[in-house]
């Protein structure tokens, strides 16, 4: 049983280069997330959706853009990176918003 | 100011000293508390929900209690096994959730 899988763990980008980060879940969730992990901060939420087709921002969502086309699948793509991207990022799932939520491994992204 | 505050933000302790970490909240309209424990390295992995003041959970070495302004997570008897960083975590209001910056424990043998 996968639960939440995240790619790739670790990514360095150029200032300005554009990526995407990978989610999936195998676990039939409605709720999906990305948060960011940053030191003294905790995570913060970038993005969510509540099913496919359903997307919504988070606390924290400049720069960042998400889609969920499908139920299992929630990227997660930088337009252009900044240094102030640099952190840790994590895709998290629930079977609902307040539900108990799983989270991937982790992506460590530096922006130089 | 922060909705959700976790103290001491670090602590070591020897093998055998059990000890209590504190997650106290201000938001209003709780619905449900998380904690978390987190690997260096690793994503956070799920502990224990607690829904209202009283209830009482626990696994293993770790016993989590909840009032209606704090939680507590006792640690009897640590092992090296359960250093970690632990993430406290309230769901309130209208959907919302908010994350504390965690205990980091380091359990000495």
């Known amino acids: 049983n996968a639960g939440v899988t995240q790619t790739p763990k670790f990514q360095v980008l150029k200032t300005g280069q554009s990526m995407t980060l990978q989610c999936a879940q195998d676990m039939n969730h409605e709720y999906m997330s990305w948060y960011r992990q940053d030191p003294g901060m905790g995570l913060r939420l970038i993005h969510y959706s509540v099913g496919a087709g359903i997307t919504d921002q988070g606390e924290v969502p400049n720069g960042y853009n998400v889609s969920r086309s499908t139920t299992e699948d929630f990227p997660l793509r930088l337009l252009s990176a900044a240094p102030s991207q640099t952190s840790v990022y994590f895709c998290a799932s629930s079977l609902g918003q307040g539900g108990t939520i799983y989270f991937g491994e982790g992506s460590w992204l530096t922006v130089v | 100011e922060d909705q959700v505050t976790q103290s001491p933000e670090a602590l070591r302790l020897q093998e055998g000293e059990s000890s209590s970490l504190n997650c106290s909240y201000t938001?209003?309209?709780?619905?449900?508390l998380f904690w978390y424990r987190q690997d260096p390295g690793k994503g956070p992995e799920f502990l224990f929900t607690l829904y209202s003041a009283g209830e009482e959970k626990e696994k293993e070495r770790l016993k989590a209690t909840l009032t209606k302004k704090e939680s507590f997570l006792h640690i009897t008897a640590p092992k090296p096994e359960d250093s970690a960083t632990y993430l406290c975590a309230v769901f309130y209001g209208n959907n919302r959730l908010a994350f504390g910056k965690g205990n980091q424990v380091v359990v000495i043998p």
């Open positions: 938001v209003s309209g709780l619905r449900g």
